[in-house]
């Protein structure tokens, strides 16, 4: 079992930027990929980023692509996801998640451990 928990979010006005994180607990962090993903109101979840679990290989969803990057401290059990140049689009609450399958995973089917959310929202 693996438990998440994000924090960092917070309103912010278009164009700033947000810092958010994600502190695992309970098995190996380093043996899991980690994503991030998004919902927003009335909306399905969202891929926004993934991150393998040595830090090699990321993906970005195209709409976050060179504004967002995402990054591990697996000697802090720690997922981080930097979003610069924020849009009222990104406004969203932002999951951190868990992968068993060490890269690739872009999909919410193949993560095994979800947090609880934090959100962000971005005003005009």
């Known amino acids: 079992q693996v438990q998440l928990v994000e924090s960092g979010g917070g309103l912010v006005q278009a164009g700033g930027s947000l810092r958010l994180s994600c502190a695992a607990s309970?098995?190996?962090?380093?043996?899991?990929?980690m994503g991030w993903f998004r919902q927003a109101p009335g909306k399905e979840r969202e891929f926004v980023t993934h991150i393998s679990w040595n830090g090699a290989i990321t993906y970005y969803a195209d709409s976050v692509k060179g504004r967002f990057t995402i990054s591990r401290d697996n000697s802090k059990n720690t997922v981080f996801l930097q979003m610069n140049s924020l849009k009222p689009e990104d406004t969203a609450v932002y999951y951190c998640?868990?992968?068993?399958?060490?890269?690739?995973?872009?999909?919410?089917?193949?993560?095994?451990?979800w947090g609880q959310g934090t959100q962000v929202t971005v005003s005009s």
């Open positions: 309970g098995r190996t962090f380093s043996n899991y990929a």
């Open positions: 998640a868990a992968a068993k399958r060490r890269w690739g995973a872009t999909d919410a089917n193949e993560y095994d451990y």
